[in-house]
Every structure is written in C-alpha cells, then in structure tokens.
C-alpha cells in the first residue's frame, strides 16, 4: 500500500470530513435550536443535521481504517 513510516492520506481526509462534519452537523443543530426568522425552502428537511452525520461517518471509517500504525504488526 506505502511505504514503512509514511502515513496515508487517506487518514488525513477522514480527519478533514470529520472536521467538516462535526462542523456542519453543530450548525443544523444550532438552527433547530434557534431557528432563522426568514427560513429557506425545505428547511424542515434540517439537511445540515443529516449531511454533517453523513461526514461523520465517511470520515470515522476513513480515520479508522487508515489509522497510522495499523498494519505495523503484520510481520509477526
């Protein structure tokens, strides 16, 4: 996959959605919990609270998946 010592970065864009998602999902929830005067159309649909927990989950199993030093012990 790579090389000894080098970290993929495929772990550095799990940790990126997270980011966003944690991100995105906070600011659905902060508009559910005061919701804008003039709300856009469909806002009922509260697409940010469902997008930000889409990225976190893309992003838990990337981080997971290519966590640093996970394939260290396959030579044992």
Request: no cysteine; aromatic share 14%.
């Amino acid at each position: 996959m790579h090389r000894p010592g080098m970290i993929s970065i495929w772990f550095f864009i799990g940790l990126l959605l997270l980011a966003y998602g944690f991100l995105i999902f906070g600011a659905g929830v902060y508009e559910i919990a005061s919701p804008p005067e003039h709300p856009v159309v469909l806002a009922e649909l509260h697409s940010g609270v469902w997008w930000g927990a889409l990225l976190i989950v893309i992003g838990a199993i990337y981080t997971i998946r290519f966590a640093p030093g996970k394939g260290k012990r396959s030579h044992e």
